[in-house]
């Protein structure tokens, strides 16, 4: 009998080492990937909205997050295009090894492969080359197809024309 508990409590505690030793999350319950970004000191701004959901690996950063359709907008001189799933690794103040945002420069699409938040400025790269925005740019998700220029955003878009 003494044997057989002994046997019971092992099997259990397998399964119980098994079910919670997964590192891949999926939508941590009620938290969203903007509760995410914000966990590693990032802004909300650098996703679009229409997040449906996202998987994190705690123990490595990656990161991948699916949105209900590819995303693009314009932003000032800046075209941008958001795949459906958007890849990374993610760790405090950066996402790195990007896959699946890119910027139109000089009618040519490229990927940016980085995003570094470096005080009060948010680093995007192209890994050639660099551009540095005001974190303040990134306080609100933009929307697919308006981005920053809705209707319901008329202070931020006032500040991002004046610079």
Known sequence: MLRSLISQLAVTFCLILIIHSNPAYSDDENRTVYDVLQDYDLPVGLLPEGVTGYELDHT???????????CS???????????????????????????????????????IVEIVRRGNDIDFSIGIGKAAFPLEYFEESPQCGCGMNCSRRPALRKLMTNR
């Open 60 to 70: 490595t950063g990656k990161l991948s997050v699916t949105l209900s359709d590819t």
């Open 73 to 111: 907008f314009s932003e000032g001189k800046y075209q941008l295009k958001y795949e459906a799933t958007v890849k990374c690794y993610i760790s405090n103040d950066k996402l790195s090894s990007l896959e699946g945002v890119s910027v139109k420069f000089s009618d040519v699409w490229v990927n």
